[in-house]
C-alpha cells in the first residue's frame, strides 16, 4: 500500500483544515490507519487512529474533541477533520497504516504541512 498524504496548508488560530491520506492498491480496507505528527525539533507523535471498518477511533488527549478521524474505504481514503486549530497543532502531519501495532507501521505516507498563525 502507498500513501498519499494532502492538505495540509497555512490557517489562522481557530481555524479549520480537513487532510486525506489517499491508498493505492486493493488491500487497503485490511489496514487500521493512524495520524501523526511531528512539529520542528520534536519528536513524532500519535495524533489518532481509526480501525479496519471505521467503526472504532482513538484519539490523543490533546486533540479529543477537536479532530476527527474517519475513512472512505471506497475511495481508499481515511480524512483527519481538524477544527479549532491552535499554534501548537503546528506540525508535518503523516498517515501511516498497520496490521498490528503502532510500534511497527507498515507503511508511511510523504506528510503534509500544517501551519497555525497565532
Known amino acids: 500500500v502507498q500513501l498519499q498524504a494532502s492538505g495540509g496548508g497555512l490557517v489562522q488560530a481557530g481555524g479549520y483544515l480537513r487532510l486525506s491520506c489517499a491508498a493505492s492498491?486493493?488491500?487497503?480496507?485490511?489496514?487500521?490507519v493512524g495520524w501523526f505528527r511531528q512539529a520542528p525539533g520534536k519528536e513524532r507523535e500519535f495524533v489518532a487512529d481509526?480501525?479496519?471498518?471505521?467503526?472504532?477511533?482513538y484519539y490523543a488527549n490533546f486533540v479529543k474533541g477537536r479532530f476527527t478521524i474517519s475513512r472512505d474505504n471506497a475511495k481508499n481514503t481515511v480524512y483527519l477533520q481538524m477544527n479549532s486549530l491552535k499554534p501548537e497543532d503546528t506540525a508535518v502531519y503523516y498517515c501511516?497504516?498497520?496490521?498490528?501495532?503502532?510500534?511497527?507501521?507498515?507503511?508511511w505516507g510523504q506528510g503534509t504541512l500544517v501551519t497555525v498563525s497565532s
Open positions: 481509526i480501525n479496519r471498518s471505521g467503526g472504532s477511533t
Open positions: 501511516a497504516t498497520t496490521r498490528g501495532s503502532w510500534n511497527s507501521p507498515d507503511n
Open positions: 492498491g486493493r488491500t487497503f480496507n485490511t489496514y487500521a
